[in-house]
């Protein structure tokens, strides 16, 4: 069993195989405003159960989920082409300890 974690009211569960070892600070105009902290796995490697909606803006590349009950953002996935890697608020996995792992910053606010 891998590492566990779920939105604020707990209608979105997610289970990814491990503690990410680095974490992702990007500045883009999104995840500066939601202050996630983005882990990176392969999409095989990610379950997600529970009901959650798609924001697509821009280049409409990826859709960023969140619970639509609680609001929490909980990952972003390719709506086409394969990255080979999806993202996952590592916030809202249980135990995570930003001080514990490595967070490299991105800039992307371009």
């Known amino acids: ?47 997600i159960s529970g009901e959650t909606t798609a924001y697509v803006w821009g280049d409409r590349m990826i859709g960023i989920h969140h619970c639509p009950i609680c609001g929490c953002g909980t990952h972003w996935q390719s709506l086409g082409e394969d990255f080979g890697k999806m993202g996952i608020n590592a916030r809202l996995l249980d135990e995570f300890d930003e001080s514990t792992v490595e967070v490299r910053k991105f800039d992307n606010a371009d």
């Open 1 to 47: 069993m891998g590492v566990q974690g779920s939105c604020h009211c707990g209608n979105v569960r997610i289970e990814v195989p491990s503690k990410p070892a680095w974490v992702a600070d990007c500045n883009c105009s999104l995840c500066r405003r939601l202050a996630w902290r983005v882990a990176y796995f392969l999409p095989d490697q990610v379950h």
